[in-house]
């Protein structure tokens, strides 16, 4: 069974940075593309940031210079450091492993965690 919990979400004032993290289980995230989406109230679910299998990685513009994506694949886990928050950037944030092998796409989601930016 597959799994992906987030931890690390909370509140901090504008300015503040956080540490977001997600540890797999159930699969090995080396051949995963992993990912970090947020979600705020009323808009549509983006992508922040992504780390390929290839070790490449995207950002979003409105983060570039502040968030920055890392991944340990001996411990199966992902980060997402935060620095410089601003309050748009609260949102619940979701971590992703996605994979796609010859004949089927193996997509993943964790819980969420809440970040709250906020004086």
């Known amino acids: 069974q597959v799994q992906l919990v987030e931890s690390g979400g909370g509140l901090v004032q504008p300015g503040g940075s956080l540490r977001l993290s997600c540890t797999a289980s159930?699969?090995?995230?080396?051949?995963?593309?992993m990912a970090w989406y947020r979600q705020a109230p009323g808009k549509q679910r983006e992508l922040v940031a992504d780390?390929?299998?290839?070790?490449?990685?995207n950002y979003v513009d409105s983060v570039k210079g502040r968030f920055t994506i890392s991944r340990d694949n001996a411990r199966n886990m992902v980060f997402l450091q935060m620095s410089s928050l601003k309050p748009e950037d609260t949102a619940v944030y979701y971590c992703?492993?996605?994979?796609?092998?010859?004949?089927?796409?193996?997509?993943?989601w964790g819980q969420g965690t809440q970040v709250t930016v906020s004086s």
């Open positions: 780390s390929t299998s290839g070790d490449t990685i």
């Open positions: 992703n492993a996605h994979w796609t092998a010859v004949s089927k796409t193996y997509n993943y």
């Open positions: 159930g699969l090995r995230i080396n051949i995963y593309d």
